[in-house]
């Protein structure tokens, strides 16, 4: 049996029972037209019914777990079937046998990949047609969520694969299970850094993102596209740098340019921090989910249902207007390696060291805020014409602990601007001096501390 003749065969228990009131409480619902939709993946019936009909069939179908619709004919299908409205359709769907089933598509069975306005294919629809995304007005940033299995992995790797081949696109990747996705893809030629994969790389490489954004914002015009590509960003949900630099690129990326493509295996509403930050995050790309209160967040709502989804690719595609059951493209290894062609070196070798001023942040966190002891031996190091060696043993002396390089470089370059200002103003701090009527008179040389 084909799937044709699978879906006819359904169309048919369905439209019978239906019109003999058998799914109704004996009261018949005349079914108008049944539009068959035979995808990759799954099948579907589009049930258009008299009157007001659809509420009933929809209940009864949906009732116990579609336990109605299971009965009504032998049960060929597999996974878990799902009906739920699509516009004034009731929608009804089922995964293939695996014998029926169309799960690797790859890209070029779809033809080249687009060139230009951030697109990529994402796959091919249950009408045949080929899914292009973007980033555009209309879904400026997208949320990618897909549990193990699910091709989430392949999904992101094939979109920057596509996005790298525009020379307009600056990609920034982050990946919060320390490079195991997105590593393979930091070697393409519009990559600009490497994979940022701990706390103050992902820090920095966001930082620079939103930087950008800032400047191209009070430059008033911009060129190019900036597209931050972070996967598994729920592990590092807790760092309030990190939630607070997402949710201004969600929040104001869309005008300057700078767009989020923001991938989770388990969504749920607490890890995005700032409501906000859920919420801009339009476009949605969703794969085989745990359970339905992921499948809202994945999805945008409770139909239709993600944790449904078959894996391997199988997901929906949702933005403003439109909602399709695609199968994903995959590539493999070969194909990136292929891309990588000897590519342009990184614009960063190492991402700029991340600084809130410059994206106008201003969280108190325990990385960059110094005690008033710290700040004090920063001024001691820098009057006396220290390095960040010795700055960090006088700390070690006086008890204070040992920061880390980009915490001590940046409380040494405190230290000296403070020097620099005092010596500058005519003021000094000294243990030990004369009384004089004004401070500003006294002058005391850095070896007297």
């Known amino acids: 049996m084909n799937r044709e003749q699978l879906l006819g065969q359904w169309r048919g228990y369905i439209v019978k029972a239906a019109h003999r009131g058998k799914l109704t409480g004996g009261k ?9 939709v035979a995808g990759p993946r799954a099948g579907a019936l589009e049930l258009l019914c008299a009157g007001l009909g659809s509420g009933a069939l929809l209940r009864a179908l949906s009732r116990s777990d579609c336990a ?31 014998e029926l089933a169309e799960s690797l598509i790859r890209l070029a069975d779809l033809g080249e990949h687009p060139h230009g306005g951030g697109r990529w294919v994402a796959g091919k629809s249950e009408r045949g047609d080929t899914i292009i995304p973007g980033l555009n007005d209309k879904a400026p940033h997208f949320l990618i969520a897909g549990a193990t299995g699910s091709g989430k992995s392949v999904a992101l790797r094939s979109a920057v694969l596509q996005l790298s081949a525009d020379p307009d696109n600056s990609i920034v990747l982050a990946d919060g299970k320390m490079g195991e996705s997105l590593r393979a893809v930091e070697r393409l030629p519009g990559v600009i850094g490497p994979c940022a994969v701990e706390g103050l790389q992902v820090r920095a490489a966001l930082g620079w993102a939103a930087a950008q954004m800032r400047q191209r914002y009070e430059a008033g015009y911009y060129t190019g596209r900036v597209v931050v590509v972070f996967d598994e960003f ?6 309030a740098v990190v939630a607070d630099l997402l949710r201004k690129l969600a929040a104001q990326g869309r005008a300057a340019g700078v767009h989020l493509l923001a991938a989770t295996q388990h969504p749920v509403v607490s890890m995005f921090g700032d409501p906000s930050t859920r919420r801009n995050l339009v476009g949605k790309l969703a794969l085989r989910v745990a359970d339905a209160d992921a499948s809202r967040v994945a999805v945008g709502g409770a139909t239709p249902r993600a944790d449904h989804l078959l894996g391997a690719g199988d997901c929906y595609i949702v933005k403003p207007g439109a909602c399709h059951r695609v199968q994903g493209v995959y590539i493999d290894e070969k194909e990136i390696t292929a891309a990588e062609g000897g590519g342009p070196a990184w614009r960063f070798q190492r991402w700029p060291e991340y600084a809130p001023e410059d994206v106008g942040q201003e969280i108190e966190t325990v990385n960059w805020s110094y005690t ?19 700055m ?20 040494l370059r405190l230290g000296r601007d403070a020097n620099d200002w005092l010596v500058g103003n005519g003021y000094a701090v000294c243990l030990s001096a004369d009384t004089v009527s004004d401070p500003r008179n006294v002058r005391i040389e850095p070896d007297v501390w």
Do not use: H, K
């Open 68 to 98: 109605n619709l299971r009965q009504l004919t032998p049960w060929d299908f597999v996974g878990d079937p799902q009906v739920f409205m699509r516009g004034r359709f009731v929608r009804v769907e089922a995964g293939w046998p695996d």
């Open 28 to 36: 018949p619902c005349q079914i108008r037209r049944v539009y068959p």
């Open 234 to 239: 729920q592990e590092m949900a807790g760092d």
């Open 392 to 411: 960090v043993n006088r700390l070690s002396d006086a008890q204070l602990g040992r920061p880390g390089a980009e915490r001590a470089i940046r409380l």
């Open 372 to 390: 008033g002891d710290e700040l004090a031996v920063s001024l001691v190091s820098a009057a006396s014409g220290e390095g960040r060696t010795r």
